[in-house]
């Protein structure tokens, strides 16, 4: 059964930082390009980051561009989402998602809270 494992989430003062991990099993990452979402409260899920197969291509949104680096290890099946300078209004949930061609997989998310 194919799973995605988010951690690495917690609390936080604004202006710190915290590293996400997501860890694949039972799929080979290498063919999946992957993202991170978020949703806080009362807001729907948005896009954070995605990184392409190759890792080469990336995209962020652009409230957390120069703060959030987004970085993918084929050879582990494990994603990572570096959060530097971290703000109140980067509290949420956040999910890893796996795209394929014709499937996607979500994680079941990990709990990120920053207080001012």
């Known amino acids: 059964q194919v799973k995605l494992v988010e951690s690495g989430g917690g609390s936080v003062q604004a202006g710190g930082s915290v590293r996400l991990s997501c860890a694949a099993s039972?799929?080979?990452?290498?063919?999946?390009?992957m993202g991170w979402f978020r949703q806080a409260p009362g807001r729907a899920r948005e896009g954070v980051v995605c990184i392409n197969t190759s890792g080469r291509s990336t995209y962020y949104v652009d409230s957390v561009k120069g703060r959030f680096t987004v970085s993918r290890d084929a050879a582990k099946d494990m994603v990572y989402l570096q959060m530097n300078n971290l703000e109140p209004d980067d509290t949420a949930v956040y999910y890893c998602?796996?795209?394929?061609?014709?499937?996607?997989?979500w994680g079941q998310g990990t709990q990120v809270t920053v207080s001012s």
């Open positions: 998602k796996a795209d394929g061609i014709a499937v996607h997989y």
């Open positions: 039972q799929l080979d990452i290498e063919y999946y390009s």
